[in-house]
């Protein structure tokens, strides 16, 4: 990889109006907490949710949002860390390391600790959470689902928004939610899905979150999603270190690339930058309720 592909993009041009991302991961970006949101801050990003994927990380999100006013937290076993849990992982693939099976016993052990954390005030919501046919295959789907099942009941007995990572399983996901009555307030990160999946959402309030893949060149169908997502429905993530908005695609991306995504947004749904911007603002602090 050269420097340049190493190398963080500028910053942007400031927004008008200040915004949150709703899904990062500042535990794998460079440079500390404070730096993140100095940067984020002086671009107009004021408030970042961060998101934990395991146990140990859903714990750093609650101590960082205790500890930054801008930071409020999320906390989940990630669909993908929940057959590691019970078959193990031999590869070391998460940042765990190589972890024998713990079986069904250790999967009830951390949805206990995934429970205690979502009772804390500044835990703003159960996520990311959801399937994700993409990494596991059939033999981890019944751990998957039964995570999924146990994540919208923490979420519901907490009053907390839930966060959906749905990657390759859009009919289970939205099946499940049916199955189990979605929480009052539910965000589908990193939106995936079509035209037709952002309007059956809708119907049922989902909020969608679009992150920088949706101005990649293949993602029409993302594009055409956005253009039917109700405004009062839709946020703005960067699911940072991943997904940099292009023309910075393949570069470490991080809360302050948000106005990038944000002006692409309002390219495709045809409404000025603040008008969209205050439409997001606004959206955001109801979802997760702050």
Aim: charge should be negative; charged fraction near 25%.
């Amino acid at each position: 990889m050269s420097a340049a592909k190493d190398a963080p993009p500028p910053l942007p041009e400031p927004l008008g109006v200040a915004v949150a991302d709703s899904h990062t991961h500042l535990d794998m970006q460079d440079g500390t907490v404070e730096q993140a949101l100095e940067k984020a801050a002086a671009v107009g990003v004021t408030t970042v949710v961060q998101v934990g994927c395991d146990v140990k990380g859903s714990q750093w999100a609650a101590d960082t949002a205790e500890a930054h006013a801008a930071v409020h937290a999320a906390v989940a076993l990630h669909p993908n860390e929940a057959p590691r849990i019970v078959h193990g992982d031999p590869d070391g693939w998460s940042r765990q390391g190589a972890r024998g099976p713990g079986g069904e016993g250790a999967l009830d052990e951390a949805l206990a600790e995934i429970e205690r954390l979502a009772a804390l005030p500044w835990v703003k919501a159960v996520g990311e959470t959801g399937l994700d046919y993409f990494r596991t295959g059939p033999e981890g789907k019944a751990a998957q689902e039964r995570s999924f099942r146990a994540h919208i009941e923490i979420a519901k007995r907490r009053n907390k928004a839930l966060v959906i990572h749905d990657r390759e399983a859009h009919a289970d996901v939205l099946r499940i939610l049916r199955e189990e009555g979605a929480p009052e307030r539910t965000v589908f990160h990193c939106y995936s899905g079509d035209a037709e999946m952002a309007e059956l959402c809708a119907e049922s309030g989902y909020f969608m979150s679009f992150a920088g893949n949706m101005t990649f060149k293949n993602a029409q169908p993302l594009r055409d999603a956005l253009a039917v997502a109700p405004q009062e429905l839709v946020l703005v993530e960067t699911d940072a270190p991943f997904l940099t908005p292009a023309p910075y695609r393949g570069r470490p991306n991080a809360p302050y690339l948000i106005p990038v995504t944000v002006r692409a947004m309002a390219a495709v749904k045809g409404v000025r930058e603040d008008v969209l911007a205050a439409a997001i603002a606004d959206n955001t602090a109801r979802a997760f309720d702050y």
